[in-house]
């Protein structure tokens, strides 16, 4: 038997377009030979459409999508992923299926066991669990099809009860088959490997795990699809970042044949955090209908890192870059961000905010009588500057890229409405000591983020000589810290005795527990690690923390 | 049996403050002559203490808060809600538990066995599900004790599998208790009672629905705890958004006497939602620490039921209305506003915005040669009145408030950064037309909000002669549809056949649609409807929708 795997970028409630792309792959399939085409989880309707599955048209829309999938499988069969009506009295509305399409119709429905429900996932929420288990039929080959999580029984730290491979196997398969929607972070790749080579040791049959690509929003998923023998041993890897269709033929429990073999070239961390930053904002302009990016630069790290992305992702011709100099800016954070506008070739205005920031000072001065300056009129010139980016985005049709790094976001490092601003946090997942791994590797072929701008102490240059250091530690230390409380989940007394300075953590932990209220009104922040702020990390506003 | 049943008001993680309120409670019951006290769920720790339920130190605090209180039951038992570790291999890391402590120790524990995870309910991210069933037996009393949603089997149309009650029957119960922590909603409070009553007249048991009160961030929790006899008559209603403590003598199933009977009147549907909007202010500022409140005054009717609002909760001598005229603002809201600041005593600033604007325009020029006066030019008004605001904020240590209602906030009728700013939405849950009903209900023992913000035409006043209804179908009908699409989960097609014009819904859906990215950013919203914009609904920001 020949098995066709596809990762193809779907968009979310884009039926049209999803079908035809399904249509098109599942045909490219047919005519190189394929007798079944596999696409990943809830390729129908979009992983995850979230609150759209509660409206009777999106689900009318799936099933009409399913229809016209199952008519186009004649001489090739397909299993697809899309959501399900239950149609029980006594459960939710949905399941999350895996359909087996052949001869004109859907002939089989595998709903998936296991619903994740921790960081960003929350498939209890639409969902109802699968208790049901058996193989599908195919050409004389048994195939235990599974859906993502249902192999994770085992590798994931908050456990579950249920082993669907396990009852699958009872039944005498041939060949295991996971459809998945598994997101990107620095270390997934890794984990997916772990737990498909645990089963396939256990059961010691072939194996696919057909992965989704693209980016939605805040969640990038990466494809990376594997491809193993009964050994264990990867046969193939599907492309990262990318669409991809490739063929595999099955024979007794065994891939004899691989058509297209190149070899999977494993890339540095810091390689794929770049490749999913370009992905997200590709997505994010094409899925919503827009084109061009506005952002300011300061002549700082961030911005420029954040530019560099961009005019890779959206052409620099389609990036606009807005330096908005003070009185406080010194004279190389203009050079440097007009170096940067050479090197990318993005469009840029420049224009001052002096006249504006007079005005609000000279209005507020009777209700300011008698008080200092203070950090109020450092945020009035980030929001002055936001005001201006959000002004010409309104005028001329820009979105506005947010260039928070992950540690300022953590500690409050920022201005609400100001530099805080933004539809899409491009890097509010990335510490600022990885910003500078991203800026060295942008400049791997040469530079494009000036030398200078990697080099020179940070400042956010809202008061006289103000360094970041000033008010914040070094960011090595910072980082770590943030690293042990909000990705590991670590309690203070756990970071202290790790040998960091009690001091030191407490004050931090007290500024991330202090900005939430802060974060909760953040655009969203492309994910790229296990523990993005957003959606996968839940915190009530009005507690009282520790600290 | 006597049984003593409390609301109290918690704060998320003040375990040193809620153990002290805990004990006074059980204390207050012992000495009135109380067998057993009952709190609410999670009464330790706080519904819903979200992530932090993830750090072992904040689980470590409910542990040590549930043995000081089990240490204080000598002479009286008690039920009280706490997270408990499941201290299991397979299994998530907690239960949501009803704990009985008696003779100075934690004697049985309940976990609950339905978990909600609709609307605003994600109780599969943090817990493991009950499955073992059995009734506390206390002093030759068995009770059947349940944890909110257990009851909700046959209610909620999300249907569970399981049905505890009917478990716990076959153990011969004498008594229902069922602990809750359930939110304020319209018409949550009649829904209620529909449940206990299913209940009690299949099982002929008497029965305490013993609910939580106070406001965390968004969700407002109304107490309202419920009594009923065997015969599924209300006993006893305890008091609507306040602390209250009462006790029930219980022989022979049947409940005998009854130490305070306050008789519960029933207020109007408007009356509840300014408990509730009140309740919520106050709270947010208690919990958060902070004082006083700052919201701009337009002389329109959002912001003049928000300050009347923010008035009752912190008192006027805290609430500042800053007034901020441009030149498009009529005559008639200066003196509309001033009316207001009058008749609440709130203090109040007055700052024209000219001189910022002009600035603004005038640096703006340039990068917008050629190009006519737009949408730019009104947003660039509503964002220096935000920088105002929040630079006297900054400056005076005010907590900037929300005037957005839903109905804009639906249709994206605002501007992100500008009036969509602040730290809490006081009544983006409340449509246009009941904004209406809450002016006269403020009204109603004199005049607060002034009688020509109330008859007035809507305006943004953002450019010459300006009114809602220019760009806005009138609220009556935009309201009707708005609550058709979020509140009931219509499709277009469904509510087209309700007789709305095909056009209409189309162009009110899109602008729904359209705006998602914008009410990502929006503050917390007061939730007094069952679907509030938030938590509760959760959409995909770059899907392709209908319209």
Chains 1, 2 share one sequence.
């Not at 990376?224 to 193939?236: F, G, P, T």
Request: aromatic share 10%.
């Amino acid at each position: 038997m020949v098995i066709a795997i596809v990762q193809l970028n779907y968009h979310i409630g884009n039926f049209e377009e999803n079908t035809k792309k399904i249509l098109d792959n599942l045909n490219k399939a047919k005519n190189r030979g394929a007798d079944l085409v596999v696409f990943p989880e809830i390729t129908v309707g979009g992983y995850l459409a979230k609150d759209l599955f509660r409206y009777k048209s999106f689900l009318d829309a799936c099933d009409a999508s399913i229809n016209e999938i199952a008519i186009a499988c004649e001489g090739i069969a397909c299993i697809i992923g899309a959501p399900v009506r239950t149609q029980l009295t006594r459960a939710k509305a949905l399941y999350n299926s895996a359909l087996f399409l052949a001869d004109g119709k859907v002939q089989e429905v595998v709903h998936k066991t296991l619903l994740p429900d921790y960081d960003v996932f929350d498939e209890y929420r639409y969902f109802e669990p699968n208790d049901v288990f058996k193989c599908i039929d195919y050409r004389g080959v048994k195939i235990a099809l599974t859906i993502c999580e249902d192999l994770w029984n085992e590798n994931f730290p908050s456990l579950y009860k249920e082993d669907p491979m396990a009852k699958l196997f009872q039944d005498a398969p041939d060949v295991m088959i996971n459809i998945a929607a598994s997101p990107f972070s620095e270390t997934h790749f890794n984990t997916r490997q772990a737990v498909m080579t645990s089963h396939i040791r256990k059961y010691k049959l072939p194996a696919f795990y057909v992965n989704t690509f693209g980016a939605h929003t805040d969640i990038i998923f990466d494809g990376r699809s594997l491809v193993y023998n009964k050994d264990a041993k990867i046969v193939d890897v599907l492309k990262g970042f990318e669409e991809d269709l490739r063929l595999y033929e099955v024979t007794d429990k065994e891939i004899t044949s691989v058509e297209v073999t190149t070899s999977y070239e494993e890339l540095s961390n810091i390689a794929n955090i770049h490749q999913a930053l370009v992905l997200g904002i590709r997505d994010f302009f094409q899925k919503s209908g827009f084109k061009k990016a506005i952002l300011g630069l300061s002549g700082g790290i961030d911005s420029a890192v954040v530019a560099a992305l961009a005019c890779e992702a959206l052409g620099s011709a389609n990036v606009m870059g807005v330096l908005m100099p003070s009185v406080y800016s010194s004279e190389h954070s203009l050079k440097d961000a007009l170096d940067l506008v050479k090197n990318t070739g993005c469009e840029h205005e420049i224009i001052a905010i002096k006249e504006a920031t007079e005005a609000l000072d000279s209005m507020l001065a009777p209700a300011f009588k008698g008080k200092e300056s203070d950090i109020t009129e450092e945020n009035i010139q980030a929001r002055v500057r936001s005001i201006i980016l959000m002004a010409i985005s309104n005028k001329h049709g820009y979105i506005l890229l947010n260039t928070s790094n992950k540690s300022e976001a953590a500690v409050g490092y920022g201005t609400l409405y100001g530099d805080m601003a933004g539809a899409l946090g491009v890097i509010g997942d990335v510490f600022k000591t990885k910003v500078y791994e991203l800026a060295r590797f942008i400049n791997r072929n040469g530079v494009i983020i000036p030398e200078n701008t990697i080099t020179k102490a940070p400042s956010a240059e809202l008061r006289p000589d103000q360094k970041d250091s000033d008010s914040l530690p070094e960011y090595d230390i910072l980082d770590a810290i943030l690293d042990l409380y909000i990705e590991q989940e670590w309690s203070a007394a756990e970071i202290i005795s790790k040998g960091y300075e009690k001091e030191l953590v407490f004050s931090v932990i007290k500024l991330v527990n202090g900005a939430e209220f802060k974060r909760f009104q953040s655009p969203p922040i492309l994910r790229i690690t296990r523990k993005a702020f957003g959606a996968g990390r839940s915190m009530p506003l009005v507690a009282k923390y520790p600290f």
